[in-house]
Each structure stands twice: as structure tokens, then as C-alpha cells.
């Protein structure tokens, strides 16, 4: 198995896996700053680049039961959050296709 293909984000303001430094998402693609991952503090994103998806699982969290998979770093497999693949609540329906992406697994490229 080879390098997996990365992507570079063209942002003045990008989130980076902390394990690895490789390009994951741009601020710009922040939905909210209000969410609780695993350990802490989470992103809600509508779009991440350079990851890869687990196997679907159904999980109660704090808004209720959802289906979801992780989302791993392709370049070093750090689980960085989950994708919301259906919601069975219909007030968090909006997640759904959406990506968590906890603020303890990323680090802001350049300190900005």
C-alpha cells in the first residue's frame, strides 16, 4: 500500500489532524461550535476533506439515538469524529450528512 492521495485545501484558515498536520477542513466550513464529541469540545462540519469512513453503528448521544460511522485521518488513521448518517428525531434531521470533528484531534494550521 502506497501514500494515500491528499488533498491541500486553497483557505486562509485550516483545521489540520493534529497527529499528522494533514489538511482535514477549512474554518469556513464551520456549521456550529456547539457540540460535545468524546472527549470534549466539537465542530459541527458540512464538509471534510482527507478522512476516511467506518462502519455504520447506531449511537445514543446527547440529542438521542442517531446512526452513525467514524471518520478517520487517511494519512494516520486518528479518529477525528463521526458522520451523521440519519437522525431518527426529526428536529436533528439538519445533521444528517454532517461531520463532527472533535476540537482535541485538529489543530489551526499556523496558529491563526
Not at 12 to 39: E, M, P, V, W
Request: contains cysteine; charged residues 25%; aromatic residues 12%.
Amino acid at each position: 500500500m502506497g501514500k494515500p492521495f491528499q488533498t491541500f485545501l486553497d483557505a486562509s484558515k485550516i483545521y489540520t489532524c493534529n497527529q499528522c498536520r494533514a489538511h482535514l477542513a477549512a474554518c469556513d466550513d464551520i456549521i456550529s461550535r456547539a457540540f460535545q464529541g468524546r472527549s470534549g469540545k466539537a465542530y459541527l462540519f458540512g464538509h471534510v476533506e482527507n478522512t476516511e469512513i467506518g462502519e455504520k453503528e447506531q449511537r445514543r448521544l446527547l440529542t438521542g439515538m442517531h446512526l452513525v460511522a467514524d471518520v478517520s485521518c487517511i494519512v494516520c488513521q486518528t479518529v477525528i469524529g463521526w458522520k451523521y448518517l440519519f437522525a431518527y428525531e426529526d428536529e436533528q434531521k439538519y445533521k444528517e450528512g454532517k461531520f463532527i470533528v472533535e476540537r482535541a484531534r485538529v489543530t489551526k494550521e499556523n496558529g491563526w
